[in-house]
């Protein structure tokens, strides 16, 4: 094996590194509440949710690889099936992520939740790589758990205020 071969897969794998790194913090930054919700989901019920992910995402999943295989329209159906799952997946495992970020700040102090997502999307992301555990054990729970987080949180919607009459005020 030559330089070049190695090079091409270690960038591989750092370009997948940030670019998972890149999509906890963009979804850090832009749904901060669902988030929060998905990490107090995680944190309340990790084996359901799991369960959850892996009963609902396993079988979606097949389906989106079987209409791959197809051709045409079935092809491209397949395809946003699968990016569908995975997106949902990564969002839901933010909140994972920074409790995970959470739990390795010191001492209770307030840092920024951006802080905290990179802090604990570093350690999970370099973990993942570790080859056999990372790769066969890790991703797999990291991705099936935030799948089913990312359901919990579509499943729950925030109360809507109620609407205040407006009263004329008078001089």
């Given amino acids: 094996m030559i330089m070049a071969d190695v090079f ?3 960038f591989l794998i750092l370009g997948m590194l940030l670019c998972t ?9 832009l ?5 929060e919700q998905s990490r107090q989901a995680i944190l309340a019920h990790p084996w359901r949710i799991f369960f959850t992910g ?13 209409l791959l ?12 099936t699968i990016v569908t799952i995975v997106t949902l ?5 933010t909140g994972l992520v920074r409790h995970v970020g959470e739990q390795l700040s010191a001492g209770g102090t307030q840092r920024p939740s ?5 802090r604990g999307g570093a350690v999970v992301a370099v973990a993942c790589v570790l080859p056999i555990v990372g790769w066969f054990f890790l991703i797999p729970v990291v991705l099936i758990t935030g799948f089913g987080a990312s359901l919990r949180t579509l ?4 109360p809507t205020p109620l609407a205040v009459p407006v009263t004329a005020v008078q001089s």
């Fill in 114 to 118: 951006g802080l905290t997502v990179l």
């Fill in 155 to 158: 499943k729950y919607r925030r």
């Fill in 89 to 93: 997946a990564l969002f839901g495992s």
């Fill in 31 to 35: 749904f901060s509440a669902r988030v």
């Fill in 8 to 10: 091409k897969i270690l």
């Fill in 21 to 29: 790194m890149c999509y906890w913090l963009l979804f850090q930054a």
């Fill in 54 to 66: 892996a009963l609902v995402g396993g079988p979606v999943l097949l389906l989106g690889v079987a």
């Fill in 69 to 80: 295989q197809g051709a045409g329209p079935a092809k491209f159906i397949g395809g946003a």
